[in-house]
């Protein structure tokens, strides 16, 4: 739990450092809600994972969040890294026309 707490107030603080850059800071939202919503499977499809006969099911419900905020948070940071990758070419190129 405690690292879930360091989890969301690191994300919290991605987004307000990232606040200028638009396509960034979608991406770090996106992971934090993901991952907030992470929290709510358990309630979400108790029964489900009661019900079923799979073992592993309940690991794969819960991967699956986890692993898409990474990735999301990833494509966050390559996006505050490497700002000419983001939305600054389509205002560009939109500028010109």
Same mark, same amino acid.
């Given at each position: 739990?405690?690292?879930?707490?360091?989890? *969301? #107030?690191?994300? /919290?603080?991605?987004?307000? *450092?990232?606040? @200028?850059? +638009?396509?960034?800071?979608?991406? $770090? =939202?996106?992971?934090?809600? *993901?991952?907030?919503l992470? $929290? =709510?499977? %358990?309630?979400l $499809?108790?029964? &489900?994972?009661?019900?079923?006969?799979? %073992?592993?099911?309940?690991?794969?419900? +819960?991967?699956? %969040?986890?692993? =898409? /905020?990474? #990735?999301?948070? &990833?494509?966050?940071?390559? /996006? &505050?890294?490497? %700002?000419?990758?983001?939305?600054? $070419?389509?205002?560009? +190129? &939109? @500028?010109?026309?």
């Amino acid at each position: 739990m405690l690292i879930g707490i360091l989890m *969301v #107030i690191t994300g /919290a603080a991605a987004i307000v *450092v990232s606040w @200028k850059s +638009r396509l960034t800071r979608y991406f $770090f =939202l996106a992971s934090l809600v *993901v991952f907030l919503l992470e $929290f =709510l499977t %358990p309630v979400l $499809f108790s029964e &489900f994972i009661q019900e079923t006969q799979r %073992p592993g099911i309940e690991f794969f419900i +819960r991967f699956f %969040p986890v692993g =898409l /905020a990474s #990735i999301l948070a &990833f494509l966050g940071m390559i /996006a &505050f890294f490497h %700002p000419n990758l983001g939305g600054n $070419f389509s205002k560009k +190129r &939109f @500028k010109s026309l």
